[in-house]
Structures are given as C-alpha cells and as structure tokens.
C-alpha cells in the first residue's frame, strides 16, 4: 500500500504537488480554452483598472485646477473692493500735500470707515475685550496690579479680529493681577 492511500484510510487529506503548474488546475488539467477565457477576464480587469487609475489622476488634476481657480476669483473680489480704499488713500496724502490738516483728518477718517466696512462685509468682527480674560480670543502681556477684579482685563494694546468661527488674531491685553497690599509701616504709638 502507497503512503497516499494509508493517508486517504487514516482520514487525512491528499498531499498536492510542490506548486502551481501553468494550465493546471488542482490534479486536473484546465483545456486551453479555459485558459484562454480567464486571460482574457484578466486583460479585461487590468484594462478597466487602468482607465479607472486615469480617470481618477484626471479628476484629481481638476479639483486642483478648480480650487486654485477659486481662491483667484477670492483674491480678485476681496481687491476690487479694496481699490475705492485705496483711491480715498492717495487722496487724503494728496490733502496732506497741501497742508490742509482738517482734511487729512477728515481723510483718514473716510478710509478708516470704508476700509472696516470693506472687511466687515467679508465677516470681519472685532474680538470683544470687555470683562473676563478669555485664552481662546486675548494674549496676555501683562498682568498688573488693579482695582478691577482679577483676571479682567483692563486695558487693550492691540485689537483682536475673528474671521467668522476662526480667531485671526487674538486681542493684545493687559490683565488684573491681585490687588496691591499696601505695604505695613511702623505704627506709632
């Protein structure tokens, strides 16, 4: 008795051969078309997964191109409405050429208001200051000591400005720090 068959008695499966042969199935021969249909499904699948790798390195090439198209018409609109600010510039230095200090201020102050409303139409709010010292929306410089309860803030070195939920940059602020104790002198007595 071969070894296979003590094996096929003994409840073990057949051992196969040491690998794959080409046009072998398993212990039987594939026929030739067979063979030729599975080659022709791979050549059919590697074919589809090419033009699927295309398309996709296309798609992907446009989206770039429709986002860098995007932030340009951005640039270009938020500057359009910055020109008239800019004429209004360049006609209060004009002003200031000749001297003529009631209309620079004047000036300055018509830019001042264009340019803020300018902003504010693209969502630009001002970062509030008022009360408590918040981490998320004001920087620190310094604490000092005050009357204010501690942790206000009680005196603003840099506005701070939101770009809807984003801060963009927070406010500059000076913070109450404990009171100051007034120092123990000699009592007289």
Known sequence: MTEEHRDQEAGKPPVRGSGPVEGVRGNREVPPAELDQVRA?????????????????????RAARDQESFVERATERLVKELLPVVDDLERALGAAE?????????GVRLVH??????LAKEGLVEIDTM??????VHEALLSQPSD?????VIEVVQKGYRLGDRVLRPARVVV???KEVAPRGDRHV
């Open 148 to 152: 204010a309860d501690e942790g206000t």
């Open 41 to 61: 499904e791979r050549d059919d699948y590697l074919d589809r997964l090419q033009r699927l790798k295309a398309e996709f390195d296309n798609y992907r090439k």
């Open 131 to 136: 009360g408590a010292f918040d981490p998320h």
């Open 176 to 178: 109450a720090g404990p």
């Open 98 to 106: 000749l001297h003529e200090e009631a209309k620079l201020e004047e």
């Open 113 to 118: 208001r264009a340019l803020r409303d300018t």
